[in-house]
């Protein structure tokens, strides 16, 4: 058998393919539209959507097309026609069709795709398929590589951490207890943070891409119960140092999805121009003092020493046409291991990064406490067990350093970027309360 050459379907807009050029492609029926005397498909694959039409008077073709419904796979030999009526500009005219799989009538309607309904979520495992959740694929694609890019080209060593673990980084409430082999007390991890802190004395500069995960009993729009977690830890940063990389990460990302991925960002009907302007370096940078008093002043009940939930943050960015780094919670706000700030013991040396658009937290991060006596003195003042805690409070005792780090959770990044309503379609396969299926 004679190997086929085929063409990518998106490669057939380039302007080097001529009029009347034979193609051969492969792909997905999308649409079907069946007249008299022609049939008008949109053929899809990975790349991009073609227009294919078939004449009843190409013999031994339409018995095949005939019955080709939506999502049949087959392979097409064609001769490439401009046409302006097609969507594109460009068709292809049918020579030889070959019905790898007539599908069966495909479940995913017009009407479930307009109600967004959870049934788009039962069926997800087709619904990525759409142009809607391609176009988000290929962004958080982009995304991924942008990370590893900046992490690298920076010198960092990109390391992994395990994902069972015995003791809670970002607090009990929201451990994933499992079954360990009878074991008690272990868990699924909420951050590699712990294990990123222990590399630093190795490698200096360390960052991984992970899941996390969290047993969130409320349902929202930005939170799973799984989701991929990009982390950062540092030997001898302080905290105005790992902002700065914060930052740098971030516009270094969206610059790298503008360049490249504008296609889909149209398709996504998101505004590009308002995405530049947002990555645009320094972010803004407020205190959580200047924070509250901007909240107070808008309505809110909040006192010093309250956390900001998904309404504060809301109403906080919209007073920022960037990113904004809060910076200073109270020690109370945030996990035991931030380190307090020696000028102001009540505050930790810590910051959030909150994105604009009212999408709120994206990062957390700061200084660790790198002191054995006062990291032992704060697991106790927070009510845990510094035996829980030995092999990390064990990295205070050699060489110790200042050091800071912080965690980006990608799958909002990707929510913010893309301009989505709810986290859930920032990810193939969304994790939350109710859902652990597909
Ligand atoms: O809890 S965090 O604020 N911080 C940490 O886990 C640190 N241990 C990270 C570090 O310093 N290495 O979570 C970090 C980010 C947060 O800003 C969110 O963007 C994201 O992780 N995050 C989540 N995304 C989706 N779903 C859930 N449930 C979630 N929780 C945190």
């Not at 694959?45 to 008077?57: A, E, F, L, T």
């Not at 087959?74 to 500009?89: M, N, Q």
């Not at 504060?312 to 919209?318: I, T």
Request: proline share 4%; hydrophobic share 40%.
């Amino acid at each position: 058998m004679v190997a086929i050459e085929f063409t990518e379907i998106g490669k057939l807009f380039s302007s080097d393919v001529r009029d009347g050029t034979a193609v051969s492609i492969r792909g997905w029926v999308y649409r079907i539209r069946k007249l008299k005397d022609k049939v008008f498909f949109l053929l899809r694959d990975s790349s991009g959507v073609i227009q294919c039409v078939v004449d009843k008077n190409e013999e031994g073709i339409w018995e095949k097309v005939e019955p080709l419904t939506i999502e049949s796979s087959v392979t097409v030999k064609g001769v490439l026609k401009y046409d302006k009526r097609a969507p594109g500009g460009r068709e292809v005219h049918v020579k030889d069709i070959m019905v790898v799989h007539y599908a069966e009538p495909f479940p995913i309607t017009e009407d479930a795709v307009r109600s967004e309904s959870e049934y788009l979520l039962d069926v997800r495992h087709l619904w990525i398929r759409s142009s809607y959740m391609t176009s988000i694929l290929k962004i958080r694609h982009t995304v991924f590589e942008a990370i590893h890019e900046y992490f690298r080209k920076n010198g960092f060593y990109e390391v992994q951490a395990p994902m069972f673990i015995t003791a809670a980084v970002e607090g009990g409430a929201t451990l994933f207890q499992v079954d360990y082999f009878g074991r008690k007390g272990v868990y699924l991890t909420q951050s590699s943070q712990f294990y990123l802190e222990a590399l630093i004395y190795a490698l200096e500069k360390v960052y991984t891409i992970a899941p996390s995960f969290r047993a969130e009993k409320s349902r929202s729009r930005r939170h799973l119960s799984e989701f991929w977690h990009a982390e950062a830890e540092v030997a001898w940063y302080s905290l105005k140092d790992i902002l700065r990389i914060e930052e740098e990460l971030v516009a270094y990302i969206i610059k790298k999805v503008v360049d490249e991925r504008e296609k889909e960002l149209k398709t996504l009907g998101r505004n590009v121009d308002i995405l530049i302007k947002e990555s645009e370096l320094p972010f803004y940078r407020i205190t959580y003092d200047e924070a509250l008093e901007i909240l107070k002043r808008k309505g809110f009940e909040v006192e010093w020493g309250d956390d900001f939930g998904a309404d504060e943050e809301r109403a906080l960015v919209s007073e920022f046409d960037k990113p904004v780094f809060v910076i200073g919670f109270p020690e109370a706000c945030k996990a035991f291991y931030h380190r307090n700030d020696p000028e102001r013991p009540e505050v930790t040396l810590s910051a959030d990064l909150l994105a604009p658009e009212g999408y709120g937290e994206i990062i957390g991060g700061g200084e660790r406490i790198y002191d054995k006596d006062e990291l032992v003195k704060k697991i106790k003042r927070f009510g845990l067990d510094p035996k829980d805690y030995e092999w990390y409070i064990d990295l205070r005792r050699y060489g110790s350093v200042p050091h800071s780090g912080f965690g980006l959770g990608v799958d909002r990044l990707v929510m913010w970027i893309c301009g989505l309503k709810h986290i859930r379609d920032a990810i193939p396969f969304p994790r939350d309360i109710r859902r652990v299926y597909p």
